[in-house]
Nanobody, 134 residues
Framework: QLQLVESGGGLVQPGGSLRLSCAVS????????VAWFRQAPGKEREGVSC????????NYGDSAKGRFTISRDIATNTVYLQMNSLKPEDTAVYYC???????????????????????????WGQGTQVTVSS
């Protein structure tokens, strides 16, 4: 069974940076599309970014474009989310999620905004809190 464990959240000032990590066990990243979602209090879960099982394609939601970068390390089976120029509205619990390639993957959106659906992803981590505040 696939397990995902997020880390790296915390309190940061506006304009600052954080790097979130998602350690994956129980399966190789070569067979899973992995995404980051976030959920702020009182709001729906929002797709932030997604990386294809092959590692060559990355997609971003509107809130992440130009500020966040998703990447992965196959050797450690870890997916990262580098977040720069953070804003108070980025405050949320951030989750990583995975879907097996037989079901879905992170296919190219050709520059368009990625509208990730949480229902597409079967495996989830417990989340890590990110708070952006002065």
């Amino acid at each position: 069974q696939l397990q995902l464990v997020e880390s790296g959240g915390g309190l940061v000032q506006p304009g600052g940076s954080l790097r979130l990590s998602c350690a994956v066990s129980g399966g190789s990243l070569d067979y899973y599309g992995v995404a980051w979602f976030r959920q702020a209090p009182g709001k729906e879960r929002e797709g932030v970014s997604c990386i294809h099982s092959g590692g060559g394609n990355t997609n971003y939601g509107d809130s992440a474009k130009g500020r966040f970068t998703i990447s992965r390390d196959i050797a450690t089976n870890t997916v990262y989310l580098q977040m720069n120029s953070l804003k108070p509205e980025d405050t949320a619990v951030y989750y990583c999620a995975a879907v097996h390639i037989t079901l879905k993957d992170c296919y190219p959106t050709f520059g368009s905004v990625w509208h990730g659906k949480s229902s597409d992803f079967a495996s989830w981590g417990q989340g890590t809190q990110v708070t952006v505040s002065s």
